[in-house]
């Protein structure tokens, strides 16, 4: 005889069912199972049945019960001895052999495979608990609970099953398949928002599965839960994972077959920043290689940010006073505006009484994270002063919003957290008592930092914004567009080729930020105008709509003050086709930023897909859409298959995107006869001494253009020879630096003048060039900087330290790190263009590819950590090379220690004595050790 009890109960005599009617009979059996082998008590059976309202006959209707089930049993074709259900003071004893019963079984399989798990053999371990989890048919006695049972030994059931459930996914990603288990984890998690080791699992799936965006949108959903319900934070783990997917750190990469891939716990284990042991949860942490500095726990940084500070007057809540009805409208302002800050990329940093501080840039900067802060702020003020129905309306809502330099200190020891200081703080302040109620007031960096998207109120100062505009594609500059023809002859011949062939193609323009994408698709469309018809769309920054986005803002264009009814109409004949396409495409019309659109994205797709063809079917149709690394992956696959789809008409898809793209996507258009990518490459030195000199004479710089011949040396000489190099042949950083010239004179830029002076520069710079750096181009190299993992990032900054080429053992011995780890750092380094690997016959040297990456990695660090490792640098560097490069690097360790507030003796103290032998009387270096033991 059977017993399953895990879902419907269930009793089988050699796999014939046997009835048991009565609903006492089935609800005392049930029970009884869930403690086979064991007494009863008469009590505990009767409280099981009708709770803490038996009726005065219970014990009678039991002991019926019992009488019954006896009779049920023993009816049977099975040997009574298998089952006895016996009376046994004080109360009832079920005795069979365990192994009869599903719960029993599962119970054993889920032990195994948790033993197996732990052991990493996690092909066993899977297939163990997926064993274990087919027992189960449902919920457990489920027949029960619907009729109103609710005992705890069922919920102690459910945990356990879950738990096996969360075991196996763990054992499935170890093994790579984490396509497998998204679709079980995305049911799960989503009946159970507050199981974070379900949630975190699922993110690591979902990362892997390159769908980046929906595993951070899975993290939020997880902390507005968290906070909404009981005003706390996500767990370490899920918060230390959600920092390692915004880096993505190779710990999560995809598994390599024979090793042990790291999966959540494994995440928190292995990272420098992270606690050194992992959580309980049945893997063991990676252990240290011997030769491995131990991670420090704390990290200091310093950082742009920008600060939102949120306040209310008076909370209205309206009530009577009592502060339960207060925190309830406090918790939920909080929970509005937690859901604000992340939409824009930031983070909720600190909640006191009416305030809230809110930080962008924190822990990973955005190239636009100004503008950013000041739509938070303003989407804040709208809401609170609307109200809603748990929010009354807040009148006396303030804002303010200030950018600056900070230092930033980053404690994972136990609990993670992130200490912000810097003037930035005292700045938000001072704004945000001078703001009136209904004010959002910025200061004027965060202005200057975001021009374009505002409407202020003043001239300048602490202007309040009393206008967001929408985002745009913005005006195209008026300068010479040069160094690109042929990639727009490339581009003409695919038009023409799509013309001709009537074959839909995509053609994807690669590059780095700023080096002329949109710019190219613009002249491109200017050029063949007359040929072909061109829409525009482009995948938003930050909002909750950006798969249909790009595909709305084309179809507007489409529309130009057209009705979408006059324009379905116009191309499909038949009403039936009419009306679906209609139907179908109204949430684009209507589609806004702020407002999640409750459309069904794959319908809106294959409606656009569908008339977008029709238009192209009439005259060659080109749809550019730009911003694609932004793209979820919904819209990734659209647009991928889009030509495959769309029949034999004349349509060319370009997409513009950065090399991210292919980082998400590394097979994107591989394997199409209709597919080309081409990597737009920084432009020569001819094409951008003439972009300059056009900008020059279109900023009034120059009255009037300068001839030819001469035309490096001029510009060399109107904006220094250091800043040229620096531009590295990007038109953008170029556009930065000429306006910089424009407004400043030569002057230092005061986005980066406390670190950017001669500390910033390698060391074979000269000590006398100042290298101001434009807001924009800071912000678009740290943003990219803050994509690295925390050892790729300290690995560059050591090499920003040893100057432009750096040779892998010097890294090495400067680092204090393992030789493979940095190996493999500098490699991925060089394949991310951070750093380019050069010949050298006797040491394998990096270079670093663009001047700026190198200042502005360097200027991250704090004065003390760069005073430290340019010491280290003199000890290693004195005998090997030019005593002179070595006595270079002490002067700045010395220079930067002072300016720090500490002695040259508190510095190798800091760091342990006197580092390899060198001495006050150390060769090569005797008179400048003097001089900073005096100072």
Not at 487 to 505: C, D, G, I, P, Y
Request: proline share 6%; charged share 25%.
């Amino acid at each position: 005889m059977q017993f399953n009890i895990l879902g419907p109960l269930e009793v089988l005599d050699r796999g014939t069912p046997i009835a048991i009617k009565s609903g006492n009979q089935r609800a005392t059996l049930g029970f009884l199972l869930l403690h086979a082998n064991s007494v009863v008590a008469t009590r505990s059976l009767i409280t099981a049945l009708w709770r803490q309202r038996p009726p005065a006959t219970a014990r009678k209707i039991l002991q019926n019960a019992i009488g019954g089930l006896r009779a049920t049993l023993s009816t049977t074709g099975t040997d009574t001895t298998e089952v006895e259900l016996l009376t046994h003071a004080p109360g009832y004893l079920l005795r069979v052999d365990p192994q009869r019963i599903d719960l029993n079984r599962f119970q054993a399989l889920a032990e195994a495979g948790r033993a197996e798990l732990a052991d990493g053999a996690w092909e066993r371990a899977a297939a163990t608990l997926g064993e274990a989890l087919s027992l189960w048919r449902g919920p457990a006695l489920v027949d029960l609970t619907e009729s109103g049972v609710d005992w705890p030994e069922l919920t102690a059931l459910h945990e356990a099953r879950l738990t096996a459930l969360e075991n196996k996914a763990e054992a499935e990603l170890a093994l790579g398949r984490h396509n497998q288990v998204i679709i079980e984890l995305e049911n799960e998690a989503d009946a159970r928002p507050l199981r974070e080791r379900m949630r975190g699992l699922l993110m690591i799936a979902l990362y892997r599965a390159g769908r980046q965006s929906d595993a951070l949108a899975v993290y939020r959903r997880t902390r507005i839960e968290l906070a909404t319900q009981f005003g706390l934070e996500p767990g370490k783990e899920l918060q230390l994972l959600e920092q390692a997917i915004l880096s993505h750190d190779p710990e999560l990469a995809l598994p390599v077959p024979g090793i042990r891939p790291p999966v959540m716990s494994a995440v928190t284990a292995t990272r420098p920043d992270a606690p050194a042991s992992a959580p309980a949860s049945g893997l063991a942490p990676v252990s240290t290689p011997p030769t491995e500095r131990a991670p420090e726990h704390v990290r200091v940084e310093r950082k742009w940010v920008s600060a939102l500070l949120v306040q209310i007057g008076t909370i209205a809540y309206g009530g009577t006073g009592d502060p339960e009805d207060i925190d309830k409208v406090r918790r939920r302002i909080t929970a509005v505006i937690r859901e604000q800050v992340e939409r824009f990329g930031g983070v909720l940093h600190t909640t006191v009484g009416p305030m809230w501080l809110a930080v962008f840039g924190v822990p990973r900067t955005h190239e636009d994270d100004a503008e950013r802060a000041v739509r938070a702020g303003f989407a804040i003020r709208g809401l609170l002063v609307g109200g809603d129905s748990d929010i009354p309306p807040q009148k006396t809502v303030r804002a303010a919003v200030a950018t600056g330099e900070t230092l930033m200190t980053t404690d994972c020891a136990d609990n993670p957290s992130t200490e912000v200081t810097g003037e930035v703080l005292t700045t938000g302040m001072r704004l945000l008592n001078a703001a009136k109620p209904g004010e959002l007031r910025v200061c004027p960096t965060t202005r200057q930092a975001s021009p374009g998207p505002f409407t202020y109120a003043g001239p300048g100062g602490t202007s309040d914004v009393i206008a967001v505009r929408p985002e745009h594609a913005g005006s195209m500059p008026t300068v010479a567009f040069v160094g690109r023809e042929r990639e727009q002859a490339r581009l003409r011949s695919v038009l023409e080729e799509v013309t001709v062939r009537r074959k839909a193609q995509l053609f994807t323009i690669l590059g780095e930020p700023g080096i002329g994408k949109s710019r190219l698709a613009a002249e491109f469309a200017l050029a063949s105008s007359g040929d072909a018809l061109h829409l525009f769309g482009r995948v938003p920054r930050f909002g909750y709509n950006s798969t249909l986005a790009p595909l709305a803002g084309a179809l507007n264009q489409l529309l130009a003050g057209r009705s979408l009814e006059t324009l379905v109409k116009e191309h499909f004949s038949r009403p039936d086709q009419a009306e679906a396409v209609l139907r179908d495409l109204r949430p684009l019309v209507r589609l806004r930023e702020d407002v999640p659109a409750s459309a069904d994205t794959q319908a809106v797709c294959r409606a656009w897909r569908r008339l977008m063809a029709e238009v192209a079917s009439r005259r060659p149709l080109v749809v550019t859409l730009e911003n694609l690394q932004w793209a979820e992956d919904t819209l990734l696959d659209f647009v991928e298959q889009l030509d495959d789809h769309v029949g034999p008409v004349p349509l060319l898809i370009v997409v513009t995107a950065r090399p991210e793209l292919l980082h998400r996507r590394p097979a994107w258009g591989g394997g199409k006869h209709n597919a080309t990518i081409i990597t737009l490459d920084p432009l020569p030195d001819g094409p951008i001494d003439e972009l300059l000199a056009a900008m020059m004479v279109r900023y009034g710089i120059w009255p009037k253009q300068r001839p030819a011949g001469a035309l490096r040396d001029q510009v060399a000489y109107e904006l220094g020879h250091a800043v040229r190099t620096r531009i590295g042949g990007n038109p953008l950083f170029a556009l930065q630096y000429v306006r910089l010239r424009q407004h400043h004179h030569h002057a230092v830029n005061p986005w980066l003048a406390a670190t950017l002076h001669i500390d910033s520069a390698g060391p074979v710079d000269s000590d006398d060039e100042l290298v101001p750096v434009p807001q924009a181009v800071h912000n678009i190299i740290a943003a990219q900087l803050d994509t690295l993992s925390s050892k790729q990032k300290a690995i560059l900054q050591d090499a920003a330290v040893l100057g432009d080429t750096v040779h892998e053992d010097l890294i090495t011995l400067l680092s204090g790190r393992d030789p493979d780890e940095v190996a493999r750092c500098l490699r991925y380094l060089d394949r991310r263009g951070f750093l380019t690997r050069v010949h050298d016959s006797e040491h394998t040297a990096y270079v670093f590819q663009h001047l700026l990456v190198r200042d502005i990695a360097y200027s991250q660090m704090s004065r003390v950590a760069r005073a430290e490792k340019h010491y280290r640098c003199a000890v290693l560097l004195e005998g090997r090379v030019d005593s002179a490069l070595s006595a270079h690097h002490l002067r700045r360790a010395n220079m930067l220690a002072a300016a720090a507030g500490i002695s040259m003796s508190d510095l190798l103290r800091r760091i342990g004595g006197t580092n390899a032998g060198i001495t006050p009387d150390g060769p090569g270096i005797t008179s400048e050790w003097a001089t900073s033991s005096r100072g």
